[in-house]
T-cell receptor
Framework: DTGVSQDPRHKITKRGQNVTFRCDPI?????LYWYRQTLGQGPEFLTY????????KSRLLSDRFSAERPKGSFSTLEIQRTEQGDSAMYLC??????????????FGEGSWLTVV | KQEVTQIPAALSVPEGENLVLNCSFT??????LQWFRQDPGKGLTSLLL?????REQTSGRLNASLDKSSGRSTLYIAASQPGDSATYLC????????????FGQGTILTVHP
């Protein structure tokens, strides 16, 4: 079990470019979540998947954002026409189908996005 | 809309002190509450999970309590160590999806030798 893996860890892009982040959850976890975190704030929920189905999207997720989880394994988060306000850390997390007491959700190390 | 507030925003203590971090939430209809630790530039690690029917949970030097009716939780850290320095985040879950969380802004803890 290698934990939740995110790639790339850091991305600097020019305003207006598209960026894509990838998340590989823990293998037996069927639920996958994306969060956004800006400096000095707690993470904010963006969206989540159960298997390949995207079950909920936050109002924070404008139509420039799209997330997919083909085949219910890895997930991608794409941001089109990036804006400076998109600069943040994008966190992915996963949880098992039958959470037990204690750890129910596992976060990756995050992908830092800087839009210049 | 659920709002989660953490006090204090930052705390600096000498090694060995016992300390309390506070978390409050506006909607008491929660499914569970979790405390997380975040090291600078890193992801989050779950420390303690309290189900809505529980009053407290303990792990080592950490003890978290939950008073759902008043919308409050505390994280007690005993005999603090420099390695405890990190940001501590409180989060509540609204439904049975354990990972759909509303976070506070965190308390930055510094324990100096």
């Amino acid at each position: 079990d290698t934990g939740v893996s995110q790639d790339p860890r850091h991305k600097i892009t020019k305003r207006g470019q598209n960026v894509t982040f990838r998340c590989d959850p823990i293998s037996e976890h069927n639920r996958l979540y994306w969060y956004r975190q800006t400096l000095g704030q707690g993470p904010e929920f963006l969206t989540y998947f159960q298997n390949e189905a995207q079950l909920e999207k936050s109002r924070l997720l404008s139509d420039r954002f799209s997330a997919e989880r083909p085949k219910g394994s890895f997930s991608t988060l794409e941001i089109q026409r990036t804006e400076q306000g998109d600069s943040a850390m994008y966190l992915c997390a996963s949880s098992p189908p039958d959470p037990k007491e204690g750890n129910t959700i596992y976060f990756g190390e995050g992908s830092w996005l800087t839009v210049v | 809309k659920q709002e989660v507030t953490q006090i204090p925003a930052a705390l600096s203590v000498p090694e060995g002190e016992n300390l309390v971090l506070n978390c409050s939430f506006t909607d008491s209809a929660i499914y569970n509450l979790q405390w997380f630790r975040q090291d600078p530039g890193k992801g989050l690690t779950s420390l303690l999970l309290i189900q809505s029917s529980q009053r407290e949970q303990t792990s080592g030097r950490l003890n978290a309590s939950l008073d759902k009716s008043s919308g409050r939780s505390t994280l007690y850290i005993a005999a603090s160590q420099p390695g405890d320095s990190a940001t501590y985040l409180c989060a509540v879950s609204r439904g049975t999806s354990y990972g759909k969380l509303t976070f506070g802004q965190g308390t930055i803890l510094t324990v100096h030798p």
